[in-house]
Structures are given as C-alpha cells and as structure tokens.
C-alpha cells in the first residue's frame, strides 16, 4: 500500500507540475507598457513561476528516472541548466521589474523611473526586451529543447511507443516558436508537457500489466 501511494504520488507530480504551470501561464500578462503592468497579478505569476520552473524540469526528468545511458545524463543536465536558467531570467525580467513598477506606480511620478525599468527590461543577459532574445532566456530555451529530445530518445530505447515519444520531444516547441512563456507559447509548451507525461506513465502501465 505505502508502495502504491508513492507511485501515485509520483504520477501525480510528474503530471500535475507542468499542469500547474500551463495554467498559470494562461494568467501571465504581456507587457505592452510597463508602466500601465497590473502588477499584483504580474508578481504572483512570477513569483510562483520561481518555484515552478525548476519543479517542472525535475518533473520531465522523473520520466528517465533509473535511466543511467548517455542520453539520460544529457536530458538531466540539460533540464538543470533550463530550471537555473529560466529562474534567473525570471527573477530579473519578471519580479525585479514587476517591484520596481510597483514603486513607480505608488510614487506619483512614474516616468522617472523608466530608465532603471529599461536598464533591466532592455538587458541582454537578463531582460525580456532586448533586440535579440536575452541570453539566459535563449540558451534555457535550447538547454529544454535539449532536454526534451534526450529523454524522448531514452524513451524510445526503453520502446515506448512512437506516439508519445514525439509529443516528449515536441513539448519546447511552444517556447521556440513564440519566444516567451506568456500565452500562448508557456501554456501550449507545459500542457503539451503534462499530456505527453500522462501518455508516457499510461504506456508505461499498460506495458507492465501485460507482462
């Protein structure tokens, strides 16, 4: 019974986390104006996106969990750099900036504090508007598309069926494509990751009570 409820528990987590996710991506606001943010709904999107983001690596990764080949070892490296990556990112571009416009906005004269909004936003390394994308946006977003083509690989060597091997390695593809994890890039890319989760873990299943 113990057994029993911690690979439900597992289940649960590897499926719910990215759940979780997609759905509060659907709430992230886009930042047309910074200074017109509705910053209490912008910081607790980030503020939990920082607990979020690196659960979410942990969970793709439960999916080779035992898995000790080359292309396991990638896949976990790849999803520790993504999760440190993107919180790094997140706490400049997304929770920096969301309490300096909170301060902005209570302060009576917003425009003065643009240039130290820009001077995080307009960041290469660090910011969301930058000419090109920042880096550690860009190199956590390959780091995931890495990731995720490892362990779709580690599935397909354990014969797992083709189906949800892809649906593994097309999960980053909301991110690559729009380049922001704000609707619709993030909810497409963490629900694809929990649909892709429950079909592995059902196949998984399905194998062992034929055998």
């Known amino acids: 019974m113990p057994d029993t ?3 439900m528990g597992r289940r649960t987590f590897i499926v719910g986390i990215p759940l979780s996710l997609a759905v509060l991506e659907c709430f992230h606001p ?3 104006n910074l200074l017109e ?3 209490d709904r912008w910081l607790i999107v980030h503020y939990t996106q920082a607990f979020l983001f690196p659960l979410t ?7 080779v969990s035992g898995q000790r080949d080359a292309f396991a070892r990638v896949a976990r490296v790849s999803l520790f750099y993504f999760a440190c990556a993107y919180v790094v990112f997140d706490t400049a571009a997304g929770i920096v900036v969301g309490e300096l ?3 902005a906005q209570t302060s009576g004269q917003p425009e003065t504090w643009q240039p130290a909004l820009d001077a995080v936003w307009r960041h290469p390394v660090l910011g969301s508007a930058s000419a090109s994308p920042p880096i550690f946006a860009a190199t ?8 995720s083509a490892c362990v779709a690989i580690c599935l397909k060597r354990a014969r797992t069926p083709w189906a949800p091997v892809l649906a593994v390695a097309a999960i980053p593809l909301g991110l690559a494509v729009f380049l922001s994890h704000a609707w619709p890039g993030g909810p497409i890319t963490f629900a694809t990751q929990a649909v892709a989760a429950f079909w592995v873990l059902r196949k998984r299943r399905a194998s062992l009570s034929i055998d």
């Open 5 to 7: 409820r911690m690979k």
């Open 30 to 32: 886009h930042a047309m």
């Open 37 to 39: 943010l509705p910053v």
């Open 57 to 63: 690596a942990f969970a793709l990764a439960g999916l």
């Open 101 to 103: 416009v909170r301060i």
């Open 140 to 147: 956590g977003t390959l780091a995931f598309l890495t990731g």
